[in-house]
């Protein structure tokens, strides 16, 4: 299995190299372990390949919601693409450990009868996982429409394995409680919500409004990576469920979300995707905070229909001070 360091020190300076990938290639992140892989979810040995008999406390999965965007995955046959996911689910829940979590974004097209979500949670119903709770993010970019409500929802499945961990403290927002009320007597003594309060916020629960899709505009952007989630949603999953040091696993990586919070949540992150150009921006992103502090590309030109347009150069970003020592 062909491994390549991302760093080697020449004259003492340190050089840093970004992988190409093809198929069946995995990069391992000699500082903190981070593998990421071009490999197929769909194939066991691939899987295994990755994983190499460890198991995640974590996955978090967002897989193609069947539809045809820039001719990367197109529109399957319902039962085509349920048997497809069913193979990636099985796998994903083989490397789980006993005591895990498992989220899932899906999408639910509201011009096809919901799909894939009603089927997909159908399909799982079988599975030696339990729904624990289904979330929704808002998105703020939606269908514009004057006939019906705009559709600016993003689903997320939320499963377990056994009885995983979940820090509650990851629930609560930047948004202050406003509201008065909710009376309840405490030992005799009538008390309202602000003095029974954890916290001076309020809590996410299953609706997350306090999210901000990403767009162009925001430096985290990957310009060309049409299904990128926020960071801030993948530090709420991963700090959620999982402890620092833990293992979360990806394995629809894209635009490297998952990998780099949980380079910056201080967990370990084990990630694939079949696209080896998405494979390259998950490793330079992750190459690219560590010099630069920054958590995107911003507005500058990265991919166009899966094709890197950005050289070397571009995606690592100017050297700091460390790489001129």
Known sequence: ?????????????????????????????????????CLDVSKKEDVKKLM??????????????????????????????????????????????????????????????????????????????????????RNQRGYGTQKNWMAIRQELLYYIKGEPIFDVRAEYTDIPKKTKGYYKKING????????????????????????????????????????????????IIEASSNQRDLVVDFFGHSGSTLLQAELSKRKCYT???????????????LHYRRTGEIGWGRTKILKEGNILADDEQLLGAPTLLDLI
């Open 1 to 37: 299995m062909p491994i390549v360091q991302d760093r080697k020190k020449i004259n003492n300076k340190t050089i840093v190299k970004i992988p190409d990938f093809e198929y069946g290639f995995i990069w391992e992140d000699p500082i903190s372990g981070h593998r990421v892989g």
């Open 52 to 137: 190499r008999d460890e198991k995640a406390i974590l996955a978090i999965q967002d897989p193609p919601y069947n539809v045809d965007i820039n001719d990367e995955f197109g529109n399957l046959p319902l039962n085509q693409y349920i048997g497809w996911s069913e193979k990636w689910v099985d796998n994903t829940i083989d490397i789980l450990d006993k005591n895990s979590s498992f989220y899932v974004w899906l999408g639910a097209d509201i011009r096809d009868g919901l799909q894939p979500l009603p089927d997909f949670i159908i399909m799982m119903r079988n599975k030696p996982v339990s729904i624990r709770n289904f979330i929704t993010m």
């Open 189 to 236: 003594k009538i008390t309202e919500n602000f003095e029974r309060s954890k916290s001076l916020t309020i809590r996410a629960g299953n609706v997350w409004h306090d999210i901000q899709q990403v767009f162009y505009l925001m430096h985290e952007n990957i310009e060309g990576c049409f299904a990128q989630k926020p960071l801030k949603s993948a530090k709420r």
């Open 272 to 286: 694939m995707d079949i696209n080896p150009a998405y494979c390259k921006i998950m490793v330079a992103r992750l």
